[in-house]
Nanobody
């Protein structure tokens, strides 16, 4: 199983970035896909998730209206479009895949089976 996240970098406040996560080694269309982040000195937190069909999404309150999660099942890739970035969005962003065995809230970290290596996002003020 591989989850390869990319697209991080340095951006000024108010700017945009698009993260990508290419998945392989498991049945992508059966898994809900999520993004989490971990800021320096803080615990990892949920950012956004999308069901296999792309029709159902969930966002953390802190990113609602600024971030958009999407997926391309043909390319087995999930995206996170981040707009109006703030310095507090600075973190390492991780993509993750959740087993179809779980239901309920998408934000529960223990329900995710597979994790990528993370991509760093730095937002300067």
């Amino acid at each position: 199983v591989q989850l390869q996240a990319s697209g991080g970098g340095l951006v000024q406040a108010g700017g945009s970035l698009r993260l990508s996560c290419a998945a392989s080694g498991f049945t992508f269309t059966r898994h809900l896909m999520g993004w989490f982040r971990q800021a320096p000195g803080k615990e990892r937190e949920f950012v956004a998730a999308v069901r296999w069909s792309g029709g159902s999404t969930e966002y953390a309150d802190s990113v609602k209206g600024r971030f958009t999660i999407s997926r391309d099942n043909a390319k087995t890739t999930v995206y996170l479009q981040m707009n109006s970035l703030k310095p507090e969005d600075t973190a390492v962003y991780y993509c993750a895949a959740r087993s179809p065995a779980y239901s309920g809230s998408y934000s529960r970290e223990p329900t995710y089976d597979y994790w990528g290596q993370g991509t760093k996002v730095t937002v300067s003020s």
